[in-house]
Protein backbone atom coordinates (compact mmCIF):
# COMPACT_ATOMS: atom_id res chain seq x y z
CA UNK A 1 0.00 0.00 0.00
CA UNK A 2 1.16 3.46 -0.76
CA UNK A 3 1.98 6.03 1.70
CA UNK A 4 0.18 9.74 2.52
CA UNK A 5 2.51 11.50 4.39
CA UNK A 6 0.49 14.93 5.92
CA UNK A 7 2.44 17.95 6.76
CA UNK A 8 0.80 19.56 9.38
CA UNK A 9 1.92 23.11 10.18
CA UNK A 10 0.72 24.15 13.88
CA UNK A 11 1.03 27.31 15.52
CA UNK A 12 -1.29 27.85 19.10
CA UNK A 13 -3.81 25.43 17.47
CA UNK A 14 -4.50 23.53 20.80
CA UNK A 15 -7.92 23.96 20.55
CA UNK A 16 -8.87 22.70 16.96
CA UNK A 17 -5.94 19.79 16.97
CA UNK A 18 -8.01 16.85 18.32
CA UNK A 19 -11.12 17.62 16.15
CA UNK A 20 -8.61 18.06 12.91
CA UNK A 21 -7.35 14.54 14.10
CA UNK A 22 -11.02 13.21 13.92
CA UNK A 23 -11.87 14.54 10.48
CA UNK A 24 -8.74 13.02 8.89
CA UNK A 25 -8.80 10.38 10.36
CA UNK A 26 -13.11 9.79 8.63
CA UNK A 27 -11.58 10.54 5.24
CA UNK A 28 -8.41 8.12 5.85
CA UNK A 29 -11.11 5.40 6.15
CA UNK A 30 -11.81 5.82 2.62
CA UNK A 31 -8.40 5.97 1.21
CA UNK A 32 -6.32 3.37 -0.31
CA UNK A 33 -3.49 4.75 1.49
CA UNK A 34 -1.26 4.28 4.66
CA UNK A 35 -0.87 7.42 6.15
CA UNK A 36 2.12 9.79 8.22
CA UNK A 37 1.03 12.24 10.33
CA UNK A 38 3.74 14.88 10.45
CA UNK A 39 2.84 17.41 13.19
CA UNK A 40 5.13 20.67 13.49
CA UNK A 41 4.83 22.72 15.96
CA UNK A 42 6.14 26.03 15.36
CA UNK A 43 7.42 27.53 19.02
CA UNK A 44 3.57 27.92 19.71
CA UNK A 45 2.63 29.36 23.05
CA UNK A 46 0.31 27.45 24.09
CA UNK A 47 -0.60 23.64 25.01
CA UNK A 48 0.29 22.52 21.36
CA UNK A 49 2.72 20.66 21.98
CA UNK A 50 1.02 18.43 24.93
CA UNK A 51 -1.54 17.57 22.48
CA UNK A 52 0.73 16.20 20.05
CA UNK A 53 2.59 14.41 23.00
CA UNK A 54 -0.76 12.83 23.49
CA UNK A 55 -1.51 12.25 20.00
CA UNK A 56 1.84 10.34 19.29
CA UNK A 57 1.59 8.29 22.50
CA UNK A 58 -2.36 7.22 21.35
CA UNK A 59 -1.22 6.56 17.56
CA UNK A 60 2.94 6.23 18.04
CA UNK A 61 2.87 4.11 14.43
CA UNK A 62 1.38 7.15 12.34
CA UNK A 63 1.55 10.32 14.41
CA UNK A 64 4.81 12.08 14.54
CA UNK A 65 6.07 15.64 15.27
CA UNK A 66 8.81 18.31 15.52
CA UNK A 67 8.68 21.25 17.55
CA UNK A 68 10.53 23.82 16.90
CA UNK A 69 12.77 26.15 19.26
CA UNK A 70 10.52 29.52 18.55
CA UNK A 71 8.92 30.49 16.24
CA UNK A 72 10.32 30.16 12.94
CA UNK A 73 6.78 30.85 10.55
CA UNK A 74 4.59 28.78 8.38
CA UNK A 75 6.84 28.62 6.03
CA UNK A 76 9.90 26.90 7.59
CA UNK A 77 7.24 24.41 9.27
CA UNK A 78 6.69 23.30 6.30
CA UNK A 79 10.16 22.58 5.03
CA UNK A 80 10.95 21.02 8.23
CA UNK A 81 7.83 18.71 7.64
CA UNK A 82 8.45 17.70 3.95
CA UNK A 83 12.33 16.92 5.11
CA UNK A 84 10.98 14.55 7.75
CA UNK A 85 8.07 13.39 5.25
CA UNK A 86 9.05 9.45 3.81
CA UNK A 87 5.51 9.09 1.81
CA UNK A 88 5.03 8.45 -1.74
CA UNK A 89 2.52 11.42 -2.02
CA UNK A 90 3.07 14.58 0.32
CA UNK A 91 0.35 16.80 1.11
CA UNK A 92 0.64 20.16 3.09
CA UNK A 93 -2.29 21.30 5.71
CA UNK A 94 -3.39 23.69 7.84
CA UNK A 95 -4.27 22.31 11.35
CA UNK A 96 -7.58 24.60 11.58
CA UNK A 97 -9.85 22.62 8.98
CA UNK A 98 -9.62 25.77 6.80
CA UNK A 99 -8.31 23.16 4.21
CA UNK A 100 -10.92 20.68 4.08
CA UNK A 101 -9.79 16.99 4.74
CA UNK A 102 -12.70 15.16 2.28
CA UNK A 103 -10.78 17.36 -0.75
CA UNK A 104 -7.83 14.73 -0.26
CA UNK A 105 -10.78 12.15 -2.27
CA UNK A 106 -10.72 14.21 -5.09
CA UNK A 107 -7.49 15.34 -5.15
CA UNK A 108 -6.46 11.83 -4.55
CA UNK A 109 -8.66 10.34 -7.70
CA UNK A 110 -6.99 13.38 -9.94
CA UNK A 111 -3.29 12.54 -9.43
CA UNK A 112 -3.70 8.76 -10.50
CA UNK A 113 -3.64 10.31 -13.93
CA UNK A 114 -0.19 9.79 -15.33
CA UNK A 115 0.46 13.24 -16.17
CA UNK A 116 -0.30 14.28 -12.84
CA UNK A 117 2.07 15.88 -10.29
CA UNK A 118 0.13 17.55 -8.22
CA UNK A 119 -3.08 18.63 -6.98
CA UNK A 120 -4.43 21.70 -5.59
CA UNK A 121 -6.91 23.42 -3.71
CA UNK A 122 -8.64 26.72 -4.51
CA UNK A 123 -11.04 28.22 -3.40
CA UNK A 124 -14.48 29.37 -5.00
CA UNK A 125 -14.79 32.59 -3.33
CA UNK A 126 -13.53 34.56 -0.25
CA UNK A 127 -17.12 34.68 1.53
CA UNK A 128 -16.08 35.06 5.13
CA UNK A 129 -13.23 37.46 4.76
CA UNK A 130 -13.17 41.16 5.55
CA UNK A 131 -13.77 43.59 1.89
CA UNK A 132 -10.85 45.11 2.29
CA UNK A 133 -8.25 42.32 2.92
CA UNK A 134 -9.59 40.58 0.37
CA UNK A 135 -9.52 43.74 -2.15
CA UNK A 136 -5.76 44.03 -1.19
CA UNK A 137 -5.64 40.32 -1.92
CA UNK A 138 -6.69 40.59 -5.16
CA UNK A 139 -4.45 43.65 -5.56
CA UNK A 140 -1.34 41.38 -4.57
CA UNK A 141 -2.02 39.36 -7.03
CA UNK A 142 -2.76 41.55 -9.91
CA UNK A 143 0.56 43.18 -8.92
CA UNK A 144 2.47 39.86 -8.37
CA UNK A 145 1.70 38.45 -11.88
CA UNK A 146 2.32 41.45 -13.50
CA UNK A 147 6.26 41.66 -11.82
CA UNK A 148 6.99 38.31 -12.00
CA UNK A 149 7.09 35.17 -13.91
CA UNK A 150 6.44 32.77 -11.38
CA UNK A 151 2.73 33.07 -11.64
CA UNK A 152 0.63 32.70 -8.52
CA UNK A 153 -2.69 31.92 -8.80
CA UNK A 154 -5.18 33.87 -6.69
CA UNK A 155 -7.07 31.84 -4.33
CA UNK A 156 -5.04 28.52 -4.51
CA UNK A 157 -3.97 27.53 -0.63
CA UNK A 158 -0.65 25.98 -0.24
CA UNK A 159 -3.04 22.94 0.57
CA UNK A 160 -2.52 20.30 -1.62
CA UNK A 161 -1.05 16.74 -2.78
CA UNK A 162 2.08 15.99 -4.98
CA UNK A 163 3.86 13.03 -5.82
CA UNK A 164 7.14 12.37 -3.95
CA UNK A 165 9.04 13.75 -6.79
CA UNK A 166 7.68 17.11 -6.45
CA UNK A 167 8.44 17.19 -3.04
CA UNK A 168 11.66 16.42 -3.54
CA UNK A 169 12.15 19.30 -5.64
CA UNK A 170 10.93 21.73 -3.52
CA UNK A 171 13.49 20.33 -0.78
CA UNK A 172 16.37 21.44 -3.32
CA UNK A 173 14.79 25.39 -3.01
CA UNK A 174 16.92 25.44 0.09
CA UNK A 175 16.85 28.93 0.23
CA UNK A 176 16.37 31.22 3.53
CA UNK A 177 13.90 33.54 2.42
CA UNK A 178 10.90 31.04 2.05
CA UNK A 179 7.60 32.28 0.24
CA UNK A 180 5.75 29.31 -0.63
CA UNK A 181 3.06 30.39 -2.96
CA UNK A 182 6.28 30.97 -5.37
CA UNK A 183 8.19 28.14 -4.65
CA UNK A 184 5.40 25.28 -5.25
CA UNK A 185 4.95 27.05 -8.14
CA UNK A 186 8.09 27.63 -9.07
CA UNK A 187 9.41 24.01 -9.67
CA UNK A 188 6.75 23.52 -12.30
CA UNK A 189 5.70 19.98 -12.61
CA UNK A 190 1.38 19.62 -13.83
CA UNK A 191 -0.84 20.59 -11.14
CA UNK A 192 -4.37 20.43 -11.56
CA UNK A 193 -7.00 22.47 -9.06
CA UNK A 194 -10.18 21.50 -7.22
CA UNK A 195 -12.48 24.01 -6.09
CA UNK A 196 -13.98 24.39 -2.70
CA UNK A 197 -16.07 26.76 -0.94
CA UNK A 198 -14.12 28.67 1.93
CA UNK A 199 -14.45 27.86 5.11
CA UNK A 200 -13.94 29.53 8.25
CA UNK A 201 -11.14 28.31 11.27
CA UNK A 202 -12.75 25.96 13.86
CA UNK A 203 -11.01 27.16 16.74
CA UNK A 204 -8.28 29.39 17.61
CA UNK A 205 -7.36 32.50 15.85
CA UNK A 206 -5.45 33.38 12.40
CA UNK A 207 -1.98 34.51 13.49
CA UNK A 208 -2.52 37.60 10.11
CA UNK A 209 -3.36 40.82 10.00
CA UNK A 210 -2.98 43.91 7.91
CA UNK A 211 0.76 44.63 8.66
CA UNK A 212 1.86 41.33 8.64
CA UNK A 213 0.13 40.17 5.44
CA UNK A 214 1.54 43.59 3.92
CA UNK A 215 5.17 42.96 4.87
CA UNK A 216 4.13 38.93 3.60
CA UNK A 217 3.16 40.44 0.12
CA UNK A 218 6.24 42.68 -0.10
CA UNK A 219 8.33 39.72 0.45
CA UNK A 220 6.86 37.78 -2.27
CA UNK A 221 7.59 40.62 -4.99
CA UNK A 222 11.09 40.95 -4.02
CA UNK A 223 11.51 37.48 -3.50
CA UNK A 224 10.20 36.67 -7.12
CA UNK A 225 10.75 39.54 -8.97
CA UNK A 226 13.22 42.18 -10.36
CA UNK A 227 10.86 44.58 -11.37
CA UNK A 228 11.20 47.02 -8.18
CA UNK A 229 14.93 46.68 -9.13
CA UNK A 230 14.37 48.06 -12.56
CA UNK A 231 11.48 50.43 -12.04
CA UNK A 232 14.14 51.82 -9.23
CA UNK A 233 16.73 51.84 -12.09
CA UNK A 234 14.75 53.90 -14.35
CA UNK A 235 13.06 56.31 -12.45
CA UNK A 236 16.57 57.14 -11.49
CA UNK A 237 17.55 58.07 -15.02
CA UNK A 238 14.72 60.04 -15.96
CA UNK A 239 14.45 61.96 -13.18
CA UNK A 240 18.11 62.74 -13.67
CA UNK A 241 17.36 63.69 -17.03
CA UNK A 242 14.44 65.97 -16.63
CA UNK A 243 16.37 67.75 -14.00
CA UNK A 244 19.26 68.31 -16.11
CA UNK A 245 17.02 69.67 -18.98
CA UNK A 246 15.43 72.07 -16.14
CA UNK A 247 19.39 73.17 -14.82
CA UNK A 248 20.56 74.13 -18.55
CA UNK A 249 17.26 75.93 -18.89
CA UNK A 250 17.50 77.53 -15.61
CA UNK A 251 21.27 78.23 -16.60
CA UNK A 252 20.26 80.06 -20.08
CA UNK A 253 17.69 81.74 -18.56
CA UNK A 254 19.90 83.28 -16.20
CA UNK A 255 22.59 84.61 -18.72
CA UNK A 256 20.33 86.19 -21.32
CA UNK A 257 17.43 87.00 -19.80
CA UNK A 258 18.94 88.21 -15.97
CA UNK A 259 15.92 86.40 -14.35
CA UNK A 260 15.69 87.44 -10.66
CA UNK A 261 15.67 85.23 -7.64
CA UNK A 262 12.42 83.61 -7.31
CA UNK A 263 10.46 80.58 -6.97
CA UNK A 264 11.67 79.44 -3.87
CA UNK A 265 8.87 77.21 -3.18
CA UNK A 266 9.28 75.32 -6.50
CA UNK A 267 12.65 74.94 -5.82
CA UNK A 268 11.77 73.34 -2.19
CA UNK A 269 9.48 71.10 -3.49
CA UNK A 270 11.77 69.75 -5.99
CA UNK A 271 14.48 69.20 -3.57
CA UNK A 272 12.33 67.53 -1.06
CA UNK A 273 10.81 65.40 -4.21
CA UNK A 274 13.90 64.05 -4.96
CA UNK A 275 15.15 63.51 -1.92
CA UNK A 276 12.19 61.06 -0.35
CA UNK A 277 12.21 59.69 -4.09
CA UNK A 278 16.12 58.60 -3.68
CA UNK A 279 15.51 57.55 -0.25
CA UNK A 280 12.35 55.10 -1.30
CA UNK A 281 15.19 53.66 -3.57
CA UNK A 282 17.87 52.81 -1.78
CA UNK A 283 15.05 51.29 0.73
CA UNK A 284 14.23 49.25 -2.27
CA UNK A 285 17.44 48.19 -3.23
CA UNK A 286 18.36 47.95 0.59
CA UNK A 287 15.39 45.23 1.46
CA UNK A 288 17.09 43.18 -1.45
CA UNK A 289 20.95 43.24 -0.17
CA UNK A 290 18.85 42.80 3.27
CA UNK A 291 17.65 39.30 1.53
CA UNK A 292 21.13 38.54 0.65
CA UNK A 293 22.59 39.17 3.70
CA UNK A 294 20.33 36.41 5.33
CA UNK A 295 20.72 34.07 2.57
CA UNK A 296 24.85 34.25 2.70
CA UNK A 297 24.55 33.60 6.45
CA UNK A 298 23.13 30.36 5.65
CA UNK A 299 21.59 30.02 8.85
CA UNK A 300 19.53 26.83 9.50
CA UNK A 301 15.80 27.36 8.58
CA UNK A 302 14.55 26.03 11.55
CA UNK A 303 15.92 24.29 14.63
CA UNK A 304 14.27 21.63 16.23
CA UNK A 305 13.86 21.21 20.10
CA UNK A 306 11.95 17.91 20.35
CA UNK A 307 11.33 15.18 17.59
CA UNK A 308 8.96 11.82 17.97
N1 LIG B 1 1.16 28.64 11.24
C1 LIG B 1 2.45 28.26 11.58
N2 LIG B 1 3.34 29.24 11.97
C2 LIG B 1 3.00 30.56 12.05
C3 LIG B 1 1.69 30.91 11.66
C4 LIG B 1 0.80 29.94 11.27
O1 LIG B 1 2.82 27.10 11.52
O2 LIG B 1 3.84 31.37 12.41
C5 LIG B 1 0.20 27.60 10.80
C6 LIG B 1 -1.13 27.62 11.53
O3 LIG B 1 -1.09 26.84 12.70
C7 LIG B 1 -2.07 27.00 10.52
C8 LIG B 1 -1.48 27.48 9.18
O4 LIG B 1 -0.12 27.82 9.46
O5 LIG B 1 -2.06 25.58 10.54
C9 LIG B 1 -2.23 28.65 8.60
O6 LIG B 1 -2.27 29.70 9.52
P1 LIG B 1 -3.50 30.68 9.66
O7 LIG B 1 -4.76 29.90 9.81
O8 LIG B 1 -3.15 31.65 10.74
O9 LIG B 1 -3.49 31.42 8.26
P2 LIG B 1 -4.72 31.67 7.27
O10 LIG B 1 -5.49 30.39 7.18
O11 LIG B 1 -5.50 32.77 7.88
O12 LIG B 1 -4.06 32.03 5.99
MG1 LIG C 1 -6.29 29.37 8.66
Known amino acids: MKKLSLVIPCYNEEEGLLLFFEEVEKVRKNLPL ?12 DGTLKVLRTLEAEHSEEV ?92 VRDFRLMTRQMADSILELSEYNRFSKGLLTWVGYHTEYVAYENHERVAGKTSWNFWSLLRYSIDGFINF ?25 LIIRQLFFHHSVSGWTSLTVIVIFCFGFTLMMLGIIGKYISKIFLETKRRPIYIVREKK
Open 225 to 249: SEVPLIIATWSGIISTFLSLCAIAF
Open 64 to 155: HYLAFSRNFGKEAALYAGLQASTGDYVTLMDADLQDPPELLLEMYAKIQAEEVDCVAARRSDRSGEPFLRSLFSRLFYRIMNLISSTPVIDG
Open 34 to 45: EFEYLFVDDGST
